[in-house]
């Protein structure tokens, strides 16, 4: 069974820093569509970032410059680094793990981060 777990929210002030963490088992890392996506109350769900085995990322324009996505497959994790935060970052972010040759998508549980003073 596939499992996509997210780690590292929580609260930071303005201005402040966070590393998430996004572990996933038994999908062949090397192969897949890893990404962050995060849903704030009332609001649709949106992608922050994306990125494939030796990629740089892709990126949503509200967190260009400010977050880093980046990837171990060898330790089969994904991570968003997360600077100067803005209190419009606050949401719930969940990872995302599709196939890029084969038909699967799945999501982590999500993870709170709040970015208040």
């Known amino acids: 069974q596939v499992q996509v777990v997210e780690s590292g929210g929580g609260l930071v002030q303005p201005g402040g820093s966070l590393r998430l963490s996004c572990s996933v088992s038994?999908?062949?890392?090397?192969?897949?569509?890893t990404g962050w996506y995060r849903q704030a109350p009332g609001k649709q769900r949106e992608l922050v970032a994306n990125s494939t085995s030796g990629s740089s990322g892709n990126y949503a324009d509200f967190v260009k410059g400010r977050f880093t996505i980046s990837r171990d497959n060898a330790k089969n994790t994904v991570y968003l680094q997360m600077g100067s935060l803005k209190p419009e970052d606050t949401a719930v972010y969940y990872c995302?793990?599709?196939?890029?040759?084969?038909?699967?998508?799945?999501w982590g549980q999500g993870t709170q981060v709040t970015v208040s003073s």
């Open positions: 995302n793990v599709r196939g890029l040759f084969s038909d699967y998508n799945y």
């Open positions: 038994r999908i062949v890392f090397s192969s897949c569509v």
